[in-house]
């Protein structure tokens, strides 16, 4: 392998301690025991688990440790953990509770220097920095994305594009980009914002966002995605993670199977 094999990532949003999925980051239903679906997704093939606990930064609280460390002795896949991330401290109790990374939204809009610090301390690979995007409307020719923060709960009127450029100059590691307008919609990736921050920022970007189909998969890899994660379509078991990497490496597409 080169090493540079595309990585599929079930995504465990989480809300008190159960994960859930909704539409355009509403309408949440429950979706299933966190332990139980990242026991499956190992199983399956997942390269990685994404546990993204939605409610932290919007209730004021930290991301449940008890959670993380109930997953990390279940699997051995590497987990990235995002929600409630505000500082060192927070970053450090989930690295220690069994995390391999996290990931910083909401915080990192408000205070852009805690990238570069978090980055000093854990290393850039440890850093993911999360962006929300939303489209603007826009007379403009080409189309405009915007920040949004606190769950998809508040625009910020900032360029999604910019701001990924930004998050990786100051260290991140990788950029987790989802599409608001496409999140359990199963319509596909954003490809046009995919690929414009794709160019912009210069480090891995994960495609989040839309993905129901196979195909998806494949458009928001050859959009220059080096990982590709979705929620909905695994939680229901409409498309199994090992079925996807195989139609992946028909199309030519370097996985680990």
């Known amino acids: 392998m080169s090493g540079l094999a595309l990585r599929v990532i079930p995504c465990l949003d989480l809300d008190a301690g159960r994960v859930v999925k ?12 966190p332990v139980e679906l990242a026991s499956r997704y190992e ?13 932290a930064t919007v209730e ?15 699997v051995g896949l590497p987990i990235a953990v995002g929600g409630g991330i505000s500082g060192l401290d927070d970053a450090e109790r989930l690295l ?10 909401s915080a990192a809009v408000r205070d852009p220097a805690l990238i570069g610090r978090l980055a000093a301390r854990f290393g850039v690979q440890c850093v993911i920095v999360a962006v929300d995007a939303r489209r603007m ?12 923060i606190e769950a ?37 990736y954003d ?3 995919l690929e414009a921050v794709v160019r912009a920022c210069g480090i891995p970007v994960v495609a989040s966002g839309g993905a129901s189909e196979k195909r998806h998969f494949a ?14 379509v695994f939680h229901r078991g409409e498309l199994a993670i090992g079925e996807l990497k195989r139609y992946l490496r028909q199309e030519g597409m370097e996985v680990r199977l």
Request: charged share 30%.
């Open 22 to 33: 909704g539409t355009a980051f509403k309408d949440l239903k429950d979706a299933g025991d």
């Open 43 to 55: 199983e399956e093939g997942a390269d990685e688990i994404a546990l993204l606990d939605i409610s």
């Open 60 to 74: 004021g609280r930290k991301t449940a440790l008890g959670v993380v460390r109930a997953i990390r002795e279940a």
């Open 96 to 105: 220690e509770a069994g995390a391999d990374r996290v990931a910083v939204n």
């Open 137 to 148: 409307a826009s007379g403009a020719m080409a189309p405009q994305w915007e920040v949004v």
């Open 152 to 188: 998809g709960r508040r625009g910020t009127g900032a360029d999604a594009v910019a701001w990924a450029a930004e998050a990786a100059r100051r260290g991140a590691g990788e950029i987790l980009l989802t599409s608001v307008d496409r999140d359990g919609t199963g319509k596909g």
């Open 191 to 193: 490809l046009p914002l």
């Open 219 to 232: 458009d928001g890899a050859r959009a220059g995605a080096r990982a590709l994660l979705a929620a909905g």
